[in-house]
């Protein structure tokens, strides 16, 4: 298809499209003339992880290049091209090295993910650990340093409903059915149901608050 | 305790306490002498409470005046005045009325909340929808836009751990003594808790990844 097919069946725009492949977030297409080029359902595919990420997850332009580069680097493995990209997307400020309240916080983590038997993205294991992880030390520093400190046996059920998540999102990546789309479609899921989790246990919470704490 | 110390208590500069003052946030202090105050453990607390919204939270001043001034109303009983605050939180951009998406979303949302028996914030049963709700609506709406549909029994398991999560979430608020106490504690974990779910979904899914897709 042409450039304005191209637009028209993703909903992009024709010049953020061109701007798109000006940045190398989209490959080129194939040329057909000095000013025409032919794209493909590959390209309807990557713009639309492209406005995942930049769109509705917010990542800067550096970083969704960064993702997407680990999501076509065709020496890696899915998992490692899974777990690359999903390394690149933002997850928020470092922990303070300063605060000793980070100290604690990554003996928490860690004592949580031995309890769990997770070894992703941890020192001991890796070279260096998965931001992933360094959100959760930032985010337990946080709740302590506030004073609502949390106990790791506190955190663990929040670990095993996730755990149950996890389950139901590679399911649904299974759908898909090469390594580029399942990959592709892993790491737009993890951005995209991001809103949807957080809204539901929002209204969870009202639920229960209303189960516990009456009103009608 | 006077000023100084409220701020070493909380980790806070007597600047910012004093600007929280001004807006608001802070409930004044017993006036002592013409320029001294006097704070209690209510406004350490409250403290902890409105950094959790704006420093983690990155709620807008305007907004947590709101979340304030509902915790703070003693005309409503605990469940109304929790669902006050909450709604009151930030809940990202509402859905684009103009869209088709947002029509189906709307119905699907209403077939996923009818199936899980969840009353709270929807249009059949209130004025007035909850934020949490129109969140919920602008995420599938831009899922099935950027051409990632979800079917409403592919969303279910979500909202299910979620349940289970909000019964979490509630035993750690009711461990605070006092209604008042319980309330602020459920908004700030609310909203604190977020960034612990969302790492430990993705440290979940590079677990699972790695168990169904190999690598060592």
Request: net charge neutral; aromatic share 6%; hydrophobic share 40%.
């Amino acid at each position: 298809m042409r450039l304005a097919e191209l637009s028209t069946r993703s909903g992009v725009s024709t010049t953020t499209i061109k701007y798109y492949l000006r940045e190398g977030l989209l490959h080129p297409g194939r040329r057909i003339t000095a000013t025409q080029a032919e794209y493909d359902e590959g390209h309807l595919r990557r713009l639309r992880l492209v406005r995942a990420l930049i769109q509705v997850g917010r990542i800067p332009v550096n970083s969704a290049r960064e993702v997407l580069a680990a999501l076509q680097d065709e020496d890696l493995d899915r998992n490692k091209r899974l777990g690359t990209a999903v390394w690149a997307l933002p997850h928020g400020p470092a922990p303070d090295a300063d605060d000793p309240a980070t100290e604690a916080a990554r003996r928490s983590a860690d004592e949580l993910l031995d309890r769990l038997g997770w070894s992703y993205g941890r020192k001991s294991c890796e070279a260096t650990t998965a931001p992933a992880y360094e959100m959760l030390v930032t985010a337990i520093a946080t709740l302590s340093r506030l004073g609502y400190p949390c106990a790791v046996r506190d955190l663990e059920p929040y670990a095993r409903a996730m755990e149950r998540i996890a389950v139901t999102d590679l399911d649904l990546v299974e759908r898909y059915e090469t390594p580029d789309e399942q990959v592709e479609a892993a790491v737009a899921l993890t951005v995209l149901y991001e809103p949807v989790l957080l809204s539901l246990r929002r209204l969870a919470e009202a639920e229960e608050s209303r189960r516990r704490f009456g009103g009608k």
